[in-house]
């Protein structure tokens, strides 16, 4: 009787374990295009990979969940970032 009680806890804890590594796999939301991308950091069209950079780190420091901020928020400014980043080469 003793071990089908080990049981059941492994395979509790198996299943909070396989649920939180679910709910880490979030997928990055998808920025359409450069001028999303531009309108969520809150640069100019002519803005230079530096802009980009300096814009990512001061939304992200308003918007991290760190900071009482948003995780989806925090997602979407960094896809933006990536996104301008790549084509900026």
């Known amino acids: 009787?003793?071990?089908?009680?080990v049981l059941l806890v492994i395979w509790a804890a198996w299943q909070l374990l396989g649920k939180r590594r679910a709910k880490k796999t979030l997928v990055r939301p998808a920025i359409a295009d450069e001028v999303e991308a531009r309108q969520v950091l809150g640069i100019s069209r002519d803005a230079n990979a530096d802009a980009v950079r300096a814009a990512h780190r001061r939304l992200v420091a308003q918007v991290h969940p760190d900071r009482g901020g948003s995780a989806e928020l925090t997602r979407r400014v960094n896809a933006a970032r990536d996104l301008l980043l790549e084509r900026l080469g």
Do not use: A, E, G, R
């Not at 009787?1 to 009680?5: A, P, V």
């Open 1 to 5: 009787m003793k071990w089908l009680f």
